[in-house]
């Protein structure tokens, strides 16, 4: 499957931002889906995930409460609506899929991945 990751933008603290990743291939909706960033000079890090139907999520306690992970499978697309945005949560954030149904929150259990989107949250 490939991934191509959208939404990405500047806003001030506080903000919201919606990002979007569409995924090619007719098998989409059998895939676990997760999102990742990766800030300057720091590693990648886990931000939230969704089974393949969406009954399931997970996050990252530092997003908890203001992020929400959600699909539509029809559309092939995952979504990361965020909220509240701080600037703590500048960085690139990748979309990611793995086969299966559980979710994981390390990178290396994610085959594909897409290629970034940066969100710049200015104070």
């Known amino acids: 499957v490939q991934l191509q990751a959208s939404g990405g933008g500047l806003v001030q603290a506080g903000g919201s931002l919606r990002l979007s990743c569409a995924a090619s291939?007719?098998?989409?909706?059998?895939?676990?889906m997760g999102w990742f960033r990766q800030a300057p000079g720091k590693e990648r890090e886990f931000v939230a995930a969704?089974?393949?139907?969406?009954?399931?999520?997970y996050y990252a306690d530092s997003v908890e409460g203001r992020f929400t992970i959600s699909r539509d499978n029809a559309k092939n697309t995952v979504y990361l609506q965020m909220n509240s945005l701080k600037p703590e949560d500048t960085a690139v954030y990748y979309c990611?899929?793995?086969?299966?149904?559980?979710?994981?929150?390390?990178?290396?259990?994610?085959?594909?991945w897409g290629q970034g989107t940066l969100v710049t949250v200015s104070s």
């Open positions: 291939g007719r098998t989409f909706s059998s895939y676990a």
């Open positions: 969704i089974t393949w139907s969406g009954g399931s999520t």
């Open positions: 990611a899929a793995r086969s299966g149904s559980y979710l994981y929150t390390v990178d290396n259990k994610y085959a594909y």
